[in-house]
């Protein structure tokens, strides 16, 4: 990826940045260390990935923002995760509206879905085509889920997890399933639009926002939450 098309000079603050979080942050870091920006080596850089963002790591970024550079070089954070749940994002929020001095963030998901909207209101964003290609088997799984019985539906799901990892707490698994979700609520809110009066469109569309809040909350069931959009839809 080509960031001189991208960043600036004097850099914002905070930057998200769509892309594999496992290889984004490392090219990302050469970039900026060609660039002259940062050490990569120096305690003013700390380049993380995270297969899923806790409240323990938002505490480990916390302490990190609150030490003083010690070069005259920029203080450098890069958060790369697939995933981040509603209660650190909360905690990492007001990290953001409070920098140290001198201090950039970038975090690199593969997804900016999977961040609230008042995160995405305080950064730069930054999308590649990668997510883009990454999608189209997720919208070829979901035209599929759609047309297939409640039964064969829920036995789909079985494969899915395995692809994504059979752990509650990967954050592939729950990227998957909010982009999943994300995918399902387009193909509804285009038969809404048809028809405005669809009492069953209507409680299928809350059904996937309810879902889509409960994938961020820590310790919820993502087989549950799947399996229930099965019997939904």
Same mark, same amino acid.
């Given at each position: 990826?080509?960031?001189?098309?991208?960043? #600036?000079?004097?850099?914002?603050?905070?930057?998200?940045? %769509?892309?594999?979080?496992?290889?984004?942050?490392? +090219?990302?870091?050469?970039?900026?260390?060609?660039?002259?920006?940062?050490? &990569?080596? &120096?305690?003013?850089? !700390?380049?993380?990935?995270?297969?899923?963002? /806790?409240?323990?790591?938002?505490?480990?970024?916390?302490?990190?923002?609150?030490?003083?550079?010690?070069?005259?070089?920029?203080?450098?954070?890069? +958060?790369?995760?697939?995933?981040?749940?509603?209660? $650190?994002?909360? /905690?990492? !929020?007001?990290? !953001?509206?409070?920098?140290?001095?001198?201090?950039?963030?970038?975090?690199?998901?593969?997804? @900016?879905? @999977?961040?609230?909207?008042?995160?995405?209101?305080?950064?730069?964003?930054?999308?590649?085509?990668?997510?883009?290609?990454?999608?189209?088997?997720?919208?070829?799984? @979901?035209?599929?889920?759609?047309?297939?019985?409640?039964?064969?539906?829920?036995? &789909?799901?079985?494969?899915?997890?395995?692809?994504?990892?059979? %752990?509650?707490? &990967?954050?592939?698994?729950?990227?998957? $399933?909010?982009?999943?979700?994300? %995918?399902?609520?387009?193909?509804?809110?285009?038969? *809404?639009?048809?028809?405005?009066?669809?009492?069953?469109?209507? *409680?299928?569309?809350?059904?996937?926002?309810?879902?889509?809040?409960? !994938?961020? /909350? #820590?310790?919820? $069931?993502?087989?549950?939450?799947?399996?229930?959009? $099965?019997?939904? @839809?």
């Amino acid at each position: 990826m080509d960031f001189e098309q991208f960043l #600036p000079k004097d850099l914002y603050h905070s930057y998200v940045i %769509e892309g594999n979080p496992e290889t984004m942050g490392d +090219i990302l870091l050469r970039y900026l260390e060609s660039k002259g920006e940062v050490e &990569s080596k &120096s305690p003013d850089v !700390l380049c993380q990935v995270y297969e899923s963002f /806790t409240m323990k790591d938002v505490s480990q970024i916390k302490e990190w923002n609150s030490n003083n550079g010690i070069t005259k070089n920029k203080k450098i954070c890069i +958060i790369a995760t697939k995933f981040i749940n509603r209660e $650190a994002e909360q /905690t990492f !929020l007001k990290i !953001l509206e409070e920098p140290g001095i001198n201090t950039h963030y970038f975090i690199i998901v593969p997804d @900016v879905s @999977v961040l609230c909207d008042t995160i995405i209101s305080r950064v730069h964003v930054i999308k590649t085509k990668e997510y883009q290609n990454n999608n189209i088997d997720i919208k070829k799984d @979901v035209l599929l889920f759609i047309s297939s019985s409640p039964s064969d539906r829920v036995n &789909s799901l079985i494969t899915i997890i395995k692809k994504n990892k059979n %752990e509650e707490n &990967s954050g592939q698994l729950r990227f998957y $399933a909010t982009s999943f979700i994300n %995918e399902l609520e387009i193909v509804f809110y285009e038969k *809404f639009k048809k028809n405005r009066n669809d009492e069953n469109i209507k *409680f299928i569309l809350n059904e996937l926002q309810k879902s889509r809040e409960y !994938l961020s /909350t #820590p310790g919820a $069931a993502v087989k549950m939450i799947l399996e229930h959009l $099965a019997l939904v @839809v």
